[in-house]
């Protein structure tokens, strides 16, 4: 992924409520553990006090630097804005209601390729539920899916059809959240991928379907090239579908091709411009991920800048993200970073992967024979255009455009999010 060469990896308030835990899935649950090296064990999250008074101490010490010197955002994220956030984290956040929330569901952990993976779990009560596997991306965690969970376990409840239920599989990528950081070479989106259609199947399912955004598209990808028995098929909201010879002249700030459509034209400019402006950071994290790691390890002002930076610019908030994920949501993410201290290894994953993401010829995409349905969210980094995609993606089946939304599409548009989910596999049913 090296910039200008490569492309990096990209990477709503919310009334939906977190789904009460019946009996019968506690009941599954204690089914689901055993003691072998491959068993599935519950998992409770429980940080010390000491370290949520480290944070807190650590806030209040930060240095800020002085302001920018321009009235926008073109130097960063501005320091008056950053301010707000980092007082409100010291002084009014409280991690202990996430670790609530996250401890009301079904948790677990198991050992797979040698690594810890942790992961959410929740089956929902309706019978010919369809398994759905969900991967997040960067700076996003397991918990850009959480306010979808209700909606596609439990879709009477909110205005769907019992025969629209998913059961879902939220796991965290190694070297993320609560999951083990790989102490190795060799995670990338291929080994990740063979490891989640490992952990499906250890779970008990036979079949079941693939959705990402961010590195999550990229393992999708990486799953449905697999193709291993059972994935029925993929969904993607950052698909990789540039046309090969259009990636020097992106990379290089050229000026789009007069030959390409008024949505071609969009998304190249986007991609252009993203280039040329806004990566910066994944040439960080690709050339660089343990010096950039001493630095998001160290300080949390600086790791909260550096993620938070990347949720104004890819929501679709006009740079204030807390007009659709709201600030504790957004403090969540940030503060499982730094509990857990996966600044440098979430950093290495970009060094792992160092590959065109964007990319149809270096992602593959043709080698994909399984069924494949994208949404395109209009705030997502570029819109992939209908004919970008179906000429990546021999095996398309669905295309859709959302109305609102952006890179973190179920983390900013749950509801939304869920519909394309339905819709997107409503024809894969019937192979159940």
């Not at 008990?204 to 098929?233: E, F, M």
Request: charged fraction near 20%; glycine fraction near 6%; charge should be neutral.
């Amino acid at each position: 992924m090296k910039t200008k060469i490569t492309t990096i990896l990209m990477v709503a308030t919310c009334a939906l409520c977190i789904p009460t835990i019946t009996n019968a899935q506690r009941t599954i649950a204690k089914t689901e553990s055993v003691n072998s090296e491959t068993g599935i064990r519950p998992y409770k999250i429980n940080i010390p006090q000491a370290k949520l008074d480290e944070l807190k101490r650590r806030i209040s010490e930060t240095r800020f630097p002085d302001s920018e010197t321009v009235n926008d955002e073109s130097q960063g994220i501005q320091l008056a804005q950053l301010k707000e956030l980092i007082n409100y984290w010291g002084n009014g956040y409280d991690w202990r209601k996430l670790e609530n929330k996250l401890n009301a569901l079904p948790q677990f952990v198991t050992k797979i390729d040698g690594l810890d993976i942790q992961f959410i779990h929740v089956r929902s009560k309706e019978k010919g539920a369809l398994p759905l596997i969900l991967t997040h991306g960067w700076p996003g965690s397991p918990l850009e899916f959480i306010d979808a969970i209700g909606p596609l376990t439990d879709p009477v409840k909110y205005g769907g059809k019992a025969e629209d239920a998913f059961d879902v599989i939220i796991p965290a990528i190694p070297g993320y959240g609560f999951s083990e950081i790989p102490k190795e070479l060799g995670w990338n989106p291929d080994r990740v991928a063979k490891a989640w259609d490992i952990l499906v199947k250890r779970m008990g399912y036979t079949k079941y379907v693939s959705q990402g955004g961010d590195h999550g598209s990229v393992i999708s990808d990486a799953l449905a090239r697999q193709a291993p028995s059972g994935l029925l098929g993929i969904h993607l909201t950052m698909p990789a579908t540039i046309p090969a010879d259009l990636v020097k002249p992106i990379n290089a700030g050229d000026p789009a091709p007069t030959s390409l459509s008024p949505e071609e034209t969009k998304a190249y400019n986007s991609m252009r411009t993203f280039f040329g402006r806004n990566a910066a950071y994944g040439g960080m994290m690709v050339t660089r991920p343990q010096t950039t790691g001493y630095l998001l390890s160290d300080s949390p002002t600086a790791l909260a800048a550096f993620l938070y930076e990347k949720i104004a610019e890819w929501s679709e908030s006009n740079l204030q993200p807390e007009k659709v994920i709201s600030r504790d949501a957004i403090l969540d993410d940030i503060t499982l970073y730094w509990l857990t201290n996966t600044g440098a290894s979430s950093s290495r994953f970009y060094w792992e992967n160092n590959n065109n993401n964007f990319s149809s010829e270096h992602q593959q995409t043709k080698r994909i024979k399984i069924p494949v349905a994208i949404s395109v969210f209009p705030h997502e980094i570029y819109q992939a255009p209908e004919s970008w995609s179906r000429a990546a993606y021999p095996s398309l089946y669905y295309y859709h455009i959302a109305p609102k939304g952006g890179h973190f599409a179920a983390w900013e548009q749950p509801e939304l999010f869920t519909q394309e989910m339905r819709n997107a596999f409503k024809t894969l049913r019937d192979q159940l």
